[in-house]
């Protein structure tokens, strides 16, 4: 079982240049994130979907964009790259069903990280 | 808004002794509280989490919490610490409703010295 799987693992961006981190999802679950870890920060959130075709902003929604076609995939697009996302990205999912109340199935579940570098 | 406060950035153990990580939290309502142990240059790893039910929860490689509602803390502990414990620790809190994103500390850094 592969659980939370992300490409590329490390990428360098020249400034202005743009770039898809995938991210997919063996586990059936509704919920994906994408988060983004400053060093010495926590994580922060970037975007969200509760499904597929449901994508909503988290904190922190500037300079990226995302698409959820399918419950498997929901790949983290960035625009026009500037130093300021130079930064580890983490895409996780969890179970559960939008209004649904919290249920053991609700953990979330980490992929391994981008670490994206922007010069 | 929720938040989640881990005020040591590093927390220092002798093998074999206990440990403490500490996190506070401040949430409208009923809070859902996790940990998570992040290795270097690995994504994150569920440890434990807090629902509802008995303050004390077990989790995995031997870790435990205490839930607080009084003192708004869930401190993770383990009794006799190892040297592959040694990672970075994140106490988070999750949306009730909507979202069910994490809200994270900043992370405590655990150093187990042999």
């Known amino acids: 079982n592969a659980g939370v799987t992300q490409t590329p693992k490390f990428r360098i961006l020249k400034i202005g240049q743009s770039m898809t981190l995938q991210c997919t999802q063996d586990m059936n679950h509704n919920y994906m994130y994408w988060y983004r870890q400053d060093p010495g920060m926590g994580l922060k959130l970037i975007y969200y979907s509760v499904g597929a075709g449901i994508t909503d902003k988290g904190e922190v929604p500037n300079g990226y964009n995302v698409s959820r076609s399918t419950t498997e995939d929901f790949p983290l697009r960035l625009e026009l790259a500037a130093p300021s996302q130079t930064s580890v990205y983490f895409c996780?999912?969890?179970?559960?069903?939008?209004?649904?109340?919290?249920?053991?199935?609700?953990?979330?579940?980490f992929g391994p990280g981008t670490r994206l570098t922007v010069l | 808004a929720q938040s989640v406060a881990q005020p040591e950035d590093q927390v220092n153990v002798a093998e074999g002794n206990p440990l403490t990580v500490k996190c506070t939290y401040s949430v409208s309502g009923n809070p859902y509280l996790f940990w998570y142990v992040q290795y270097p240059n690995r994504g994150l790893q569920f440890l434990l989490k807090y629902i509802t039910g008995d303050n004390l929860v077990k989790g995995s490689y031997g870790f435990e919490a205490e839930f607080n509602k009084s003192q708004t803390s869930f401190h993770l502990k383990k009794p006799s610490a190892l040297v592959s414990d040694s990672a970075l620790y994140f106490c988070a809190v999750r949306d009730r409703e909507g979202r069910r994103a994490l809200t994270f500390g900043s992370g405590t850094r655990l150093q187990v010295q042999p």
């Open positions: 996780a999912s969890s179970g559960g069903t939008s209004g649904s109340p919290i249920t053991s199935t609700d953990t979330q579940y």
